[in-house]
């Protein structure tokens, strides 16, 4: 199947000033060389920790950012050669959801008027269509009618990440990029609003770019998953594969710091040292080798490639066949 | 011996011109040396108040209304604000969620550091100094020699809630109150902190009520766990009983939806959405509108909070 969305050696750099009034410029890469695809209906999760670079890259395919470098092929056409007029029918098909679904919110709008704009923008209904429209949006999100005269202050966290997604699918799109939508959301709510984003998946036959830290929010609602370090991909591949038998050593590491909610399972583990490098001056080689338990002097000069390890499982490791001694003891099923 | 920490029957409301806030509204627990109590519940709780409530701390309109805190046997809310200054800080310390919020910008942080010492220790510039160096090293900063004299914005997140937790570590505190200590972390940073809490509590068999909302967390270093919700204990046991056999529906609705590394199923489970704040409460337990179990000739009374085993306390009817 053609894919819908095809990412390729995406880059974007950013100028950053230091020393005494700003006067040393250095460049900050933070996606650096950035390459997938997403087949429709499926769930790529993006995981990284802070400074991955994995909101940029999200930004970058919607064009919310200009990219220095690369291709994103949205059925087939490169957008990023679309003039800004251009692009504005495109935006239509791809969607954003927020992390904070509060600030990503008009205070000063009802929500009826919130979800009802997109609709009047791409002339998608008029008059009275448009109440309707929002009327329906409201039930497959699981808001009632009521809400529609309501201000988002009035609703709590959930409610607000509700209307978010309600907000994105106003359009119809069919590519969604979510940005950790739900990482400010308590527990149960998160829950609630995971399923909401699988059912209306299902529903809309929509595509995720689905953006988080979280690895087990991101293991439970992902096909495939691509780990990212420093602006690059450094592991790619389904999500029971991932999770299963990592190839890379962060992969691994970061596996291993997921606390288990399961005290049965409490123990010596091994612990990564160390944090993630500055962007600004990245390792050289493998950018991860100083923080490698499996690291040799091949991997401080010589960056490696992002290779099949056989079924189309990416990694970019030397000593991929080495990842997988320390790795702590792993609840079965 | 008494534990180290007993509170007992802690109200604190607060009285704002809208409405009267019940933040915590009833609470039991204890914490010995060398244990870890979790206090675990969603936003809006009252895990966060609880713990300012200890310290008297609770900022205006609020007030601890009733209730007793016995630090190794002495109520804390007896003592006159003078000698309370003495134990905050110095017997029991407290860090937060967002280091940058407990450091001041202006300051370098061997100067931070040492301000706790000269202030709770009378050491002089230079002693303190010299200590604020061991402190950072028994953290796991490197090179801590140079750190001293960096500002709070020149630390990553991580070494800042390392600097945090040497500040509250200076004076050799009996009991610390960790309030989502982790939360702002990377998952790395955050296991290397849990770690390093946990070789800190062992080394010097300090008490520790540790405030989150993160299961795994608790799981992977509390020895008892207090489920809050609405301001009351839904249930309290041993860290193994309660995920092992958790009887509270709330505590079971916790544990069921949350998603787990290597159990991928098709749909989580979900509990039903509010936790209700302290507003306009039903006279009855606040879970009872979304509470499973059938219980309907208590419906409308708060059911107290039972032990069922022991050491296993659950506030239930039908559990």
């Keep these: ?333 | 011996m008494p534990p180290l920490l007993e509170v007992r029957n802690l109200m604190t409301y607060f009285f704002t011109r809208a409405a009267l806030v019940k933040a915590v509204r009833g609470l039991e627990f204890s914490v010995d040396t060398g244990e870890t109590l979790a206090l675990v519940g969603e936003s809006g709780c009252g895990k966060s108040m609880t713990a300012l409530s200890l310290l008297r701390l609770v900022p205006e309109p609020g007030r601890i209304v009733e209730g007793e805190i016995l630090f190794e046997g002495q109520d804390l809310r007896r003592l006159p604000p003078e000698e309370m200054r003495r134990i905050r800080g110095n017997q029991i310390a407290m860090i937060f969620q967002e280091p940058m919020t407990s450091l001041n910008p202006v300051f370098r942080i061997g100067e931070q550091i040492g301000e706790v010492l000269r202030l709770h220790k009378g050491l002089d510039r230079g002693e303190a100094l010299g200590a604020a160096i061991d402190l950072l090293d028994q953290v796991g900063i490197p090179s801590a020699r140079q750190r001293i004299h960096e500002y709070p914005h020149q630390l990553s997140g991580g070494m800042r809630q390392r600097v945090v937790i040497a500040m509250a570590l200076a004076c050799d505190p009996k009991l610390l109150i960790a309030d989502e200590p982790t939360t702002a972390l990377d998952v790395t940073i955050q296991a290397q902190i849990m770690a390093l809490l946990d070789t800190l509590k062992r080394d010097r068999g300090m008490g520790t009520l540790l405030i989150t909302h993160d299961l795994g967390v608790v799981a992977e270093s509390a020895d008892k766990v207090a489920i809050m919700n609405s301001g009351l204990i839904m249930e309290y046991a041993p860290v193994g009983v309660v995920f092992d056999r958790p009887r509270h529906p709330y505590t079971q609705g916790l544990l069921a939806c949350i998603p787990r590394l290597g159990h991928k199923k098709a749909r989580l489970e979900s509990i039903a959405s509010r936790v209700p704040v302290g507003v306009d409460l039903p006279p009855g337990s606040t879970f009872l509108d979304r509470c499973p179990e059938p219980f309907a000739p208590q419906r409308g009374k708060l059911p107290p909070l039972r032990e069922i085993e022991p050491g296993h306390f659950v506030r239930c009817w039908s559990c």
């Design chain 1, 1 to 333: 199947m053609e894919p819908l969305l095809e990412v390729r050696n995406l880059r974007k750099s950013f100028s950053v000033s230091s020393g005494p009034l700003g006067s040393k410029r250095h460049s900050l890469k933070a996606v650096d060389g950035v390459s997938f695809s997403l087949a429709p209906g499926e769930t790529l999760g993006l995981v990284g920790e802070s400074g991955s670079g994995k909101s940029t890259a999200g930004k970058l395919i919607l064009r919310l950012l200009d990219a220095d470098e690369g291709q994103v092929l949205f059925q087939g056409e490169d957008i990023l050669k679309r003039s800004r007029k251009e692009m504005r029918p495109l935006r239509r098909q791809m969607q954003m959801i927020f992390q904070d679904p509060y600030s990503s919110l008009n205070p000063r709008m009802r929500i009826g008027e919130i979800l009802g704009e997109p609709l009047k923008l791409h002339g998608l209904a008029k008059g009275n269509a448009v109440s309707d429209e929002v009327m329906r949006l409201l039930a497959t999100v699981g808001l009632a009618e009521e809400h529609y005269y309501r201000y988002p202050h009035e609703f709590s966290g959930g409610q607000r990440q509700r209307i978010g997604i309600a907000r994105a699918l106003a359009v119809r799109p069919s590519l969604i990029v979510a940005d950790e939508p739900v990482s400010a959301l308590d527990l149960s709510i998160q829950a609630q609003v995971i399923n909401l984003l699988q059912d209306v998946q299902k529903e809309f036959g929509l595509t995720y770019l689905f953006i988080a830290h979280d690895l087990s929010v991101i293991e439970h609602i992902s096909d495939r998953v691509a780990v990212m370090y420093l602006g690059r991909i450094v592991e790619l591949a389904s999500a029971e594969a991932l999770y299963k038998n990592p190839r890379h050593p962060y992969t691994e590491a970061l596996l291993n710091a997921v606390p288990i909610p399961d005290p049965a399972l409490r123990g010596e583990r091994y612990l990564m040292q160390g944090e993630i490098p500055s962007a600004l001056n990245p390792p050289s080689g493998c950018p991860f080798h100083p923080r490698c338990p499996y690291a040799q002097a091949l991997c401080s000069t010589t960056p490696p490639p992002l290779a099949d390890q056989g079924h189309g499982h990416l990694a970019s490791c030397h000593f991929s066949g080495d990842v997988g001694r320390h790795r702590r003891p792993v609840p079965g099923p």
